[in-house]
């Protein structure tokens, strides 16, 4: 049980991550931060903050877990701004989808706090943003990463393991460089894909035409065009050297496939179909 948490970040992520707490018993009193006075009164409307903090530095005072839920951008200042606050032996996790930045970012400005920090990043999430679809149910079954550093307490890693198996997420450890090595290559390269596609047929006169033409196919492939732009603008240039690693390796496969296709070649264009059939279908989402 916690007796206080300072949410810095009232959005999706930090929103869903409160009214899971809230619902398992295992918080007191929520204070909320963000830096847009609607979506504070929006978060305090919705039961999910106690009470308004009107900076981070308020959120982390007194909270024995801070939850920093920001763009991972704003992670060092955001860091540098509640330090101080910070109690020593609070437990202090970010929520951030790529991990050797934000613990650069915790280095330079957590200071002797450093110890309190557990980088991690749920595998969750929705392609709309805000409070208003912050959703209790958000991180039961899904995965959370952690990529504690060598200067994490054990104690706090103990807590940040228990506090995410309370909420039905299923916890794994790993280094930072290898998962951001990991998530370029399924979540951020996937996500590039989409918005390409999308400027693509934008692209060419008859764009919307086809898009109007479009259907399911096409609508579960450009779903997460639709993500927050800064939030993936964000992710995309922190991960970018493992992102462009990634993008390589389609490049390789996409020039299998137009190979293919320019000669003619039928028996290899299905045996590449039926390579990614397979594999795609011996595949099942860990939730």
């Known amino acids: 049980m916690f007796d206080q948490i300072g949410l810095v970040g009232c959005g999706l992520m930090g929103g869903s991550f409160a009214l899971a707490l809230k619902r398992a018993g295992l918080v007191r009193r929520v204070v909320g931060f963000s ?38 951008a704003a992670t060092q200042s955001t860091f540098a701004a509640l330090s101080a606050a910070l109690s020593p032996q609070a437990l202090l996790m970010d929520v951030g989808s790529t991990k050797r930045d934000v613990v650069q970012a915790a280095e330079n400005a957590l200071g002797n706090k450093l110890a309190t920090f557990v980088p991690a990043h749920p595998i969750a999430g929705k392609e709309v943003a805000g409070v208003a679809h ?4 958000l991180y ?22 228990a506090v995410w198996a309370a909420l039905g997420a299923q916890v794994r450890t790993m280094s930072a460089l290898e998962h951001d090595s990991a998530f370029a290559a399924v979540s951020h390269l996937p996500h590039m894909l989409a918005f390409a596609a999308m400027n693509a047929l934008n692209a060419q006169d008859q764009g919307a035409h086809f898009l109007s033409l479009a259907g399911p196919g096409f609508r579960d492939f450009t779903r997460i065009a639709a ?4 939030v993936w603008r964000d992710i995309l240039h922190a991960n970018r050297d493992q992102l462009l690693v990634q993008s390589e390796h389609l490049r390789e496969a996409l020039q299998a496939f137009e190979a293919a296709l320019a000669q003619g070649d039928s028996a290899t264009l299905q045996a590449l179909i039926t390579a990614a059939s397979q594999s795609r279908a011996a595949w099942s989402l860990k939730r």
């Not at 912050?134 to 149910?137: F, G, Q």
């Open 227 to 230: 993500s927050d732009p800064a």
């Open 35 to 72: 830096p847009s006075e609607a979506t504070r009164q929006r978060a305090l409307d919705m039961g999910v903050i106690d009470a308004v903090a009107l900076d981070a530095s308020q959120a982390a005072r007194g909270s024995d877990l801070v939850l920093v839920a920001v763009p991972v």
């Open 134 to 137: 912050a959703d209790v149910d």
């Open 140 to 161: 039961t079954g899904c995965q959370v990463i952690l990529t504690p550093m060598a200067q994490t307490g054990t104690t706090q890693l103990a807590k940040a393991q």
